[in-house]
Structures are given as C-alpha cells and as structure tokens.
C-alpha cells in the first residue's frame, strides 16, 4: 500500500492510495468520481458502494472531492473510513479535501481534471450503486456495439416512459425543463475521456448545470445512451 499527501496551488489537500494490485489485461478504465460535503448523512455508504463494485476485467478506480472540511475531527474519521475501505479492497483512491464549502459543479470539475481513465461514472453523495453496476453498464453497451457514438450514457428505471430496457435518447435542448424526465439524472451519468476532457461544468451557475453540460455535449456527440435498469 503506497499513501501520499499534498497540496496544491488552490489549497486543497490531496490524499492518494496507490493500488499494488498489477493489472495488465482489462476491458477499459473506469473511475468513479463524487463530489461531497464532510457531512453528508449517507456518505460512508456511498463510499463502501463504490468500494465494493465487482471491477473483474476493469482498471478501476476512485476520485472524491470532498469540501467543507472545518473540523480536523471530522476529516480524520472520514479519512480513517477511507483508509480502512482501500486496505481490504485494494482500489486506488485519490481524496481532494477543501476547508471551503465547494459547489458541485466545482467539486466535479476537480475530479474530471484529475481522471485519465477510458469513463468517469458520477456519483452523488446519497447514491447506492449495486455491486454489478459497472458490469451491467458495459453489457448493455457491448449488445450495441455496432453503434459507435456511446460516449455518454446513463440509466434509471422509469417503465412507463420506455418499454425497452435499453434505448437511444437525442441529446436536444428540448429536454432541458419541458422533458426532463426523459433524461437521466447527473449521478447516473458516464462520460468518456473523449467527453469529459473537451468539457466542464459550469461552476458560475446557481441551476440547470447538467443541462448546460448537455447542450456543450451535444456538439460532440449526437446521442445519449439510456440503460433502463436501476443500477
């Protein structure tokens, strides 16, 4: 196990474990990034999700901005918490701690500069990914193969809107507010390094972050992919 700890020019404070696991032969990489505050109330259950994903075959990885982090109290226990997780699962882990309190746009837009994987997959604070989560993403996504344009993709269950269990969304500008429902939600979202490298969320506005992320991703890839599946 390899931890490491520094500062950067922004005064966040970086936590780094490095995996010693040798992986040579996988299917693609895939990190996972949340942005969170110290306090969060499902934050440590959200961290043994992410931890406990079934990564066969998959460079896995984990990235944390973590922000309004006053109490040296508080930022020891979480990071004990972390610690602890990375020693059993052996998954290399990168925390970014910021005393301020970091908006999502901001705090997700740490996390993207500091990937270099194939996918980021975002994830909330308060989400739950099943054990099979990335598996059952790239099944779905190799039964479409033939398509090309699957840079960005994402899932929820809503049956009544789509029968199918898997279906190809236009990314428009019309599902902004009027349609909204038929787009999936930020923390389902997986972007490709092609995506997430050419675009970031806009950190200066209050709402509708994601659907401005939507209209800048349109201009780079045509489709959204929908696995109608809770994952």
Known sequence: ??????????????????????????????TAIMPCLVSDRYLEETIEALYKQDKK?????????????????????????????FKKYNISTKVFISKKRLNGSKARNICLQNATSDFVGLCDSDDNWKRYKLKNEWSYLKDFNKEKDYGFWGSYSTKRYFKKRFVILPISINHSLLERYKFPHTSTWVLSKQLYKRITFDEKLERYQDLAFIIDAKKIFKNCFIINENL
Request: glycine content about 0%; charged content about 25%.
């Open 1 to 30: 196990m390899k931890e490491s700890l520094a500062t950067n020019k922004v005064n966040l404070e970086i936590y780094s474990w490095e995996s010693t696991n040798i992986i040579s032969n996988y299917d693609y990489s895939y």
């Open 57 to 85: 075959d998959i460079l896995y990885s984990i990235i944390i901005t973590m922000s309004n982090v006053k109490n040296k109290v508080d930022k020891k226990v979480k990071l004990e918490f972390i610690r602890k997780y």
